[in-house]
């Protein structure tokens, strides 16, 4: 079946620094691949998307490409600000799973001033 | 737009009780799904749907029960409440599935 994996946190960071939170998956065919963001309290938004190889997602200074020979899909940001905190989520969707989502475990994000 | 409305917000059940949380949309979505979010385990089905009148199972279906009479509303039933139960339930929305989906904000049940 489909997998997600990426990295356990909490990750820790100070104002401006580089962001990495790593992802790789296992599906079969061609799944779409997301990143969602959890704020405190507060649902799961979608922040960037790729639906198929070699697309880069973006959206607020984040970045992500999907990355076929790797099974991967990787969250960037090159400055990283206090209002960044939050739990990231990576999640894949494939047509061989009724396009469900299938996520990972999240990754707590923490950015001090 | 209102997007993905979830009811209740908060809910306090005893052991053996039932209940139903609600769960609407007004985007004109086919595919509704149902996760429950527990520590360290990131978010798993429970039950979806890929438009009126039709249901599937997801990953722990086990003690919940949905229906979709109409496009817009997709309930869970908790049919007899126990602790293993106690999450927060996130209902979601999408076009098709693999453009992302529209989660509601969240129903946070605690079963004593």
């Known amino acids: 079946g489909n997998s997600v994996t990426q990295m356990e946190g909490p990750v820790t960071l100070s104002e401006e620094a580089f962001l990495t939170i790593n992802c790789t998956y296992t599906?079969?065919?061609?799944?779409?691949l997301f990143w969602y963001v959890q704020y405190p309290g507060e649902g799961l938004q979608l922040l960037l998307k790729?639906?198929?190889?070699?697309d880069k997602g973006s959206n607020k200074g984040f970045e992500a490409t999907y990355r076929k020979e790797t099974t991967s899909f990787h969250l960037e940001k090159g400055s990283v600000q206090v209002s960044d905190s939050a739990v990231y989520f990576c999640?894949?969707?494939?047509?061989?799973?009724?396009?469900?989502?299938?996520f990972g475990g999240g990754t707590r994000l923490m950015v001090k001033p | 737009n209102a997007g993905v409305t979830q009811t209740p917000k908060f809910q306090v059940l005893k052991t053996g009780q039932s209940m139903t949380l609600q769960c609407a949309q007004d985007?004109?979505?086919?595919?509704m799904s149902w996760y429950r979010q527990d520590p360290g385990m990131g978010l798993r089905l429970i039950h979806y749907?890929?438009?009126?009148?039709?249901?599937d199972q997801g990953e722990v279906p086990n003690g919940y029960n949905v229906s979709r009479s109409t496009t817009e509303d997709f309930p869970l039933r908790l049919l007899s409440a126990a602790p293993s139960q106690t999450s927060v339930y996130f209902c979601?929305?999408?076009?098709?599935?693999?453009?992302?989906?529209?989660f509601g904000s969240g129903t946070r049940l605690t079963v004593v």
């Open positions: 979601a929305s999408s076009d098709r599935g693999n453009y992302g989906y529209t």
């Open positions: 599906a079969t065919g061609y799944p779409s």
């Open positions: 790729a639906t198929k190889a070699d």
């Open positions: 999640a894949l969707s494939s047509p061989n799973a009724g396009n469900m989502l299938t």
């Open positions: 985007m004109n979505h086919e595919y």
């Open positions: 749907s890929v438009g009126a009148g039709i249901t």
